[in-house]
């Protein structure tokens, strides 16, 4: 069985720094592309990126790009967002998730999904 | 980057009655690379339908999708009371992958 869990809730202040992981089980790591996505409170889904960690190729949407940084470490099954500085408008829950397909094109939906990660930013 | 709009918003049906959503991009989505989630109140998205009309597996078979270049469509023949939700629709053509605003199907 695929699963995807998710590190705890965070409560962080503005300008500290925040890694959040995505343990995976039930396939190999290294052959799907796994992606984050985020919800703002009440709001819809965004895409933020995803990884592909066979070779680590990483794609950001522009929106993202500069502001988190997507890994993954092969070793341990587990990809992981991560930021330098949080800004009060990261408060968000983060979804990571699972290419449905192991096709390296990325061209593929989000079949499996993290329990999401609940992230607070407030001074 | 393509922007998917969903309509409408919101929803407001009795179980048992037909719903059509509505996705439509902002340009032509290739090899009909839309899918569509369900989500509800403290849960994860749930794939329903991908490559347009195809259903996830272990999806109902009242829930249909259809469509082709820009216009979309996700249809529950009959709503179950299990059906009341939020539904996004993505597309996974061009990149940055985007999502939909999503329309909220609530009970009236």
């Known amino acids: 069985e695929v699963q995807l869990v998710q590190s705890g809730v965070e409560v962080k202040k503005p300008g500290e720094s925040l890694r959040i992981s995505c343990k995976v089980s039930?396939?190999?790591?290294?052959?799907?592309?796994i992606g984050w996505v985020r919800q703002m409170p009440g709001k819809g889904l965004e895409w933020l990126g995803i990884?592909?960690?066979?070779?680590?190729?990483?794609r950001y949407s522009p929106s993202f790009q500069g502001q988190v940084t997507i890994s993954a470490d092969k070793s341990i099954s587990t990809a992981y967002l991560q930021w330098s500085s949080l800004k009060a408008s990261d408060t968000a829950i983060y979804y990571c998730?699972?290419?449905?397909?192991?096709?390296?094109?990325?061209?593929?939906?989000?079949?499996?999904w993290g329990q999401g990660t609940l992230v607070t930013v407030s001074s | 980057e393509i922007v998917l709009t969903q309509s409408p918003g919101t929803l407001s049906m009795s179980p048992g009655e037909r719903v059509t959503l509505s996705c439509r991009a902002s340009?032509?989505?290739?090899?009909?690379?839309l899918a569509w989630y369900q989500q509800k109140p403290g849960q994860a998205p749930r794939l329903l339908i991908y490559?347009?009309?195809t259903r996830a597996t272990g999806i109902p078979d009242r829930f249909s999708g259809s469509g082709s270049g820009t216009d979309f469509s996700l249809t529950i023949s009959r709503l179950e009371p299990e059906d009341f939700a939020v539904y996004f629709c993505?597309?996974?053509?061009?990149?940055?992958?985007?999502f939909g605003g999503g329309t909220k199907v609530e009970i009236k």
């Open positions: 998730a699972r290419h449905r397909r192991n096709i390296y094109s990325g061209h593929d939906p989000f079949q499996h």
């Open positions: 993505q597309q996974y053509s061009g990149s940055p992958r985007t």
């Open positions: 039930g396939y190999n790591f290294t052959n799907y592309w």
């Open positions: 490559d347009t009309s």
């Open positions: 340009q032509s989505i290739l090899s009909s690379y």
């Open positions: 990884i592909y960690p066979g070779d680590s190729d990483t």
